[in-house]
């Protein structure tokens, strides 16, 4: 794929798998293409995913999911699903992420300008909030206008999530407010957390905790799960329950993924919340696209807590396929703080016992001769 930025050729090239894509997935219609995004609330009108799929307009990272789904649920609804790889949402935004950014290449689409600006002050001051009233005002929707004009300056809980539940149900775009709200201190995430999961459609309270989850900072993680913990309602000790597959952008929580999970770790333990630590390490070597995978693992000193070679042992317990694709990303890249060697022959030594003649025929299908020699040289060596 021609990586290059800003272009139409490499929008064209992304357009294209898109397409092959669709044909793959029985070739649905625009029309069922259309009413499957407006299942997802991403609505896409049949004129918009032409130009997708044409290359004649640019690609975003929640319309490039949202098609990818789309093409997804149909193939499924016809009874002829899709092979893994080729929804694999984490490829999708790897493909879809800019190569002028390797820090942020599993993250979703970065915030416009204008939402960086309302998301730096969690008070929402009017000078950040008039940029979000201009769609209020197109909208016809003078009611909320109001209610964000008289509460600029004034607690969030206080009108933020009657605004946020209002353009849910009129499906707008409420992205720019939950950026402002996601950087409010623990206890108030909570209550505004509270009262968009309860009156609003869909998975808006989902959206809003990613959100969180994403942007806050990595020392505040341990308090917000605290402050939900605390809370003792049974929706926020869900939140709780579910942070690390939200963290991590695992299954339905399509946000994407921090790219300072080590830091987040690090946290973790500092407040001793070790089995959420224990989790999200294990969920790290089990879940995360590769190069996260090992880039956490590469950020932590070995023996530190032992979330390293947590991290990697999981990997390995992962099955053969992802035991291949992080020995694949060692050999392809170099890893900052992994020696490549030493991490290969950890991921080797810690394949479950007895899988290691099914693990070595799989990597020595794939082409890693030496890896799946040494795997049956580790099976002999272990105690019966």
């Known amino acids: 794929m021609n990586r290059e930025t800003g272009g139409a050729m490499a929008d064209n ?3 294209k798998q898109l397409a092959r894509l669709r044909v793959r997935a029985g070739n649905p219609s625009l029309r069922e293409l259309e009413k499957l995004t407006d299942r997802q609330g991403r609505r896409m009108s049949r004129a918009s995913i032409q130009d997708k799929f044409s ?8 319309q490039v999911l949202a098609l990818v789904r789309a093409c997804a649920e149909y193939a499924h609804s016809i009874g002829a699903p899709l092979p893994h790889e080729d929804t694999d949402e984490q490829i999708w935004q790897e ?9 942020n290449r ?7 300008e204008t939402d960086r600006k309302a998301s730096q002050n969690q008070k929402g001051e009017p000078s950040d909030l008039e ?6 005002i197109n909208a016809g929707m003078d009611d909320i206008l109001n209610l964000v004009r008289q509460g ?10 009657s605004a946020v539940v209002a353009l849910g149900y009129a499906r707008m775009d409420y992205q720019g407010f939950l950026n402002i709200a996601a950087h409010a201190p623990p206890g108030q995430i909570v209550k505004i957390l509270e009262s968009i999961a309860d009156e609003g459609p869909g998975n808006i309270g989902n959206r809003y905790f990613q959100t969180c989850l994403l942007a806050q900072h990595p020392s505040e993680i341990p308090k917000l799960l605290v402050a939900l913990r605390r809370a003792e309602g049974e929706l926020t000790f869900w939140y709780a329950h579910n942070f690390v597959d939200a963290i991590l952008g695992k299954g339905d929580w399509l946000g994407g993924t921090r790219p300072d999970l080590a830091d987040v770790l690090r946290a973790l333990r ?19 696209w590769p190069r996260i995978t090992l880039a956490t693992a590469g950020a932590i000193p070995e023996a530190f807590m032992g979330d390293r070679e947590l991290i990697l042992h999981a990997g390995s317990q992962g099955g053969p396929h992802r035991l291949l694709r992080l020995i694949d990303c060692l050999k392809k890249e170099q890893i900052q703080g992994l020696e490549s060697h030493r991490a290969v022959e950890y991921l080797l030594t810690a394949v479950p016992t007895g899988k290691h003649a099914d693990f070595s025929r799989i990597l020595n299908d794939a082409g890693m001769k030496s890896e799946a020699h040494r795997l049956l040289e580790l099976e002999k060596e272990i105690p019966f």
């Open 55 to 62: 290359g004649t307009s640019s690609l975003k990272m929640v």
């Open 152 to 161: 600029a300056g004034q607690p969030l809980e206080t009108w933020l999530p």
């Open 13 to 15: 090239s992304l357009a």
């Open 95 to 103: 493909k879809v992420s800019s190569p002028n950014q390797p820090k």
């Open 106 to 112: 599993h993250a979703v689409e970065p915030p416009r």
């Open 270 to 288: 500092a407040a001793t919340l070790t089995d959420d630590a224990d989790k999200l390490a294990e969920n790290i070597g089990l879940h995360a």
């Open 131 to 136: 940029e979000l009233i201009p769609p209020l």
